[in-house]
């Protein structure tokens, strides 16, 4: 396989590589410590911790951008007490990371007077999510992509009545998938594959939702959350259990 990035090798389908394994052996993170209020008091009393993933193999000699990523975290459930992460499918036509499950975000424009105002900006643009419905909790450490975009990930709360407007140019779909989903190690599992001389190494989190369609009838949609948003994510969960 060619020095590309893996989601642009013809027929590559990481659903396809084999599950090196699965940390049900970890901890998830409760209920309790999953609570807005839990949230607000762990970002603002940062514990010692360190991130799991900072860098993935580097495709190419492509320059480095900064950009940064929202993770939204949609207050559902009684009294809003369930967060619900705000999760896109991104457009099949995008010239990186197409069709791939991603947090809103993107690259950080000169107009833009911080990496957490490009996050607010880059929602807005890509799923109509106001800043009015969103309070920032803080920063994840930079994630380094393999197409070298050298992503922040901002954390926020976000109000359960704000209103979704998905750009088509840049999204396929919008979707929610539960916090307390994602901080269960029993939900990551581990994948190696050796192409090319680079052995490359990734979490995947897929999650079936399940919709309402035109007709009345209840479907389940795949989301396989993999790559850059799993690690991400993985590296949430380690902030969150230190």
Same mark, same amino acid.
């Given at each position: 396989?060619?020095?590309?990035? $893996?989601?642009? =090798?013809?027929?590559? #389908? &990481? ?7 699965? #940390?049900? +052996? $970890? ?46 975290? =949609? ?8 967060? !619900? ?11 990186? +990371? ?11 424009? &000169? ?15 890509? *799923?109509? $999510? ?9 920063? $994840? ?16 709360? *976000?109000? &359960? ?15 929610? =998938? ?12 581990? !994948? ?5 001389? =680079? ?6 989190? &897929? ?36």
């Amino acid at each position: 396989m060619s020095q590309v990035p $893996l989601s642009k =090798v013809p027929q590559f #389908d &990481p659903r396809l590589v084999a599950i090196d394994g699965v #940390d049900a +052996h $970890l901890a998830a993170i409760s209920p309790q410590a999953l609570a807005p209020q839990a949230l607000r008091a762990r970002f603002d009393r940062t514990p010692h911790w360190s991130p799991e993933i900072l860098k993935e193999p580097q495709f190419g000699q492509r320059p480095a951008a900064q950009a940064a990523v929202l993770i939204a975290l =949609v207050m559902r459930g009684y009294e809003g007490q369930t967060p !619900h992460v705000l999760l896109t499918q991104r457009a099949a036509h995008m010239n990186t +990371h197409s069709g791939q499950v991603a947090f809103p975000g993107g690259k950080l424009d &000169p107009s833009d007077a911080s990496l957490q105002a490009a996050a607010l900006r880059e929602a807005q643009e890509e *799923v109509g $999510l106001h800043a009015r419905h969103v309070q920032i909790l803080g920063e $994840l450490p930079v994630y380094v992509t393999g197409t070298a975009f050298c992503v922040t990930p901002v954390v926020a709360l *976000v109000s &359960p009545n704000l209103d979704i407007t998905p750009n088509p140019d840049e999204v396929a779909d919008v979707f929610e =998938v539960p916090l307390a989903f994602l901080m269960d190690p029993a939900n990551h599992r581990r !994948h190696t594959l050796d192409a090319n001389g =680079v052995t490359r190494q990734w979490y995947s989190m &897929p999650y079936t939702e399940r919709r309402e369609n035109a007709a009345g009838q209840t479907e389940e949609i795949e989301r396989f959350i993999w790559g850059a948003t799993a690690g991400m994510l993985r590296n949430f969960y380690r902030f969150l259990a230190a």
